[in-house]
Structures are given as structure tokens and as C-alpha cells.
């Protein structure tokens, strides 16, 4: 994917977030992610965090347990599940966070088993949406 055609998905992926979504709490970062909040079909709260900034793939992060149903290969997709956090050393000692600090205090997917997609095309953002908004309200927490 060209430097252009990314920049280009990015925002397509956005104006679709910003379209159906409400921003998280926290806000959104100016240049690195979007933080979203919104509710399945189901009254389920959702959290999704996309990655914005323009060296990076565009990578949606979103609630493991809410992703199940997709397929395994339909998306590229990267699980990161909650034992692998803070087993990273700090500069400082101790351990540091092991994700995207956009996530850290989000309080359904800071400390949660997620997936993290790679999106090739707006199709498959609403896949991923597609999916969470069938989430059932079995997920605590949430805004």
C-alpha cells in the first residue's frame, strides 16, 4: 500500500468512525489513535481504538471476546491477550504496558484480551463493526 492510498483509507476510516461512533471519554490523541465509545444491538458497550497516525498500518483494536465470530483469516489479525501485558521492561525498571498507550485507561479494552486488525479497506472496518455490534452485554464496565 502506497504512503497515499494509506493516508487516503485512514481517513475514509475515520469519517466511518466519526460517523457512527461517539469519541471515548478520554478524547482522541492529535496524532496518534481515535479513541471510540458506542453500544451493540444488544445494549453491549464497545470500545474500539484506531491507530491514525500516518507511519503506522491502519490498526483497529477492539474487545477480543466482541470479534470471536469473524472468521480466522477473513482479516489480518493479531491477538494480544491480557497475560502478555507489562512483561516488557521499563527504562526505569519494573515493566512498562505492552500496547498502544492509547489503550492504557480505556476501560474495557486497557487490560482485556484484544484483537488488533490491520485494515486493507473500509470493507474490512465494517466487518470488525459488523461483528461488535452483534456483542452481547455479558462484557462489564464501559462508558
Do not use: C
Not at 38 to 59: G, V
Amino acid at each position: 500500500m502506497t504512503e497515499g492510498s494509506r493516508a487516503n483509507l485512514k481517513r475514509a476510516i475515520v469519517s466511518r468512525l466519526d460517523s457512527i461512533a461517539e469519541e471515548h471519554r478520554l478524547g482522541h490523541q492529535a496524532a496518534y489513535a481515535n479513541r471510540y465509545k458506542m453500544r451493540s444491538l444488544h445494549d453491549a458497550p464497545i470500545e474500539l481504538m484506531f491507530e491514525k497516525h500516518p507511519e503506522t498500518e491502519p490498526h483497529l483494536w477492539a474487545l477480543a471476546a466482541q470479534v470471536a465470530a469473524i472468521p480466522k483469516g477473513s482479516l489480518v489479525a493479531e491477538p494480544y491477550p491480557k497475560a502478555d501485558l507489562y512483561k516488557v521492561p521499563a527504562k526505569g525498571g519494573g515493566m512498562q504496558y505492552g500496547r498502544h498507550s492509547a489503550l492504557e485507561d480505556m476501560t474495557l479494552l486497557g487490560r482485556a484480551d484484544l484483537v488488533r486488525f490491520t485494515l486493507r479497506s473500509v470493507a474490512d472496518l465494517d466487518v470488525v463493526l459488523s461483528a461488535v455490534m452483534q456483542a452481547k452485554r455479558q462484557v462489564s464496565g464501559g462508558d
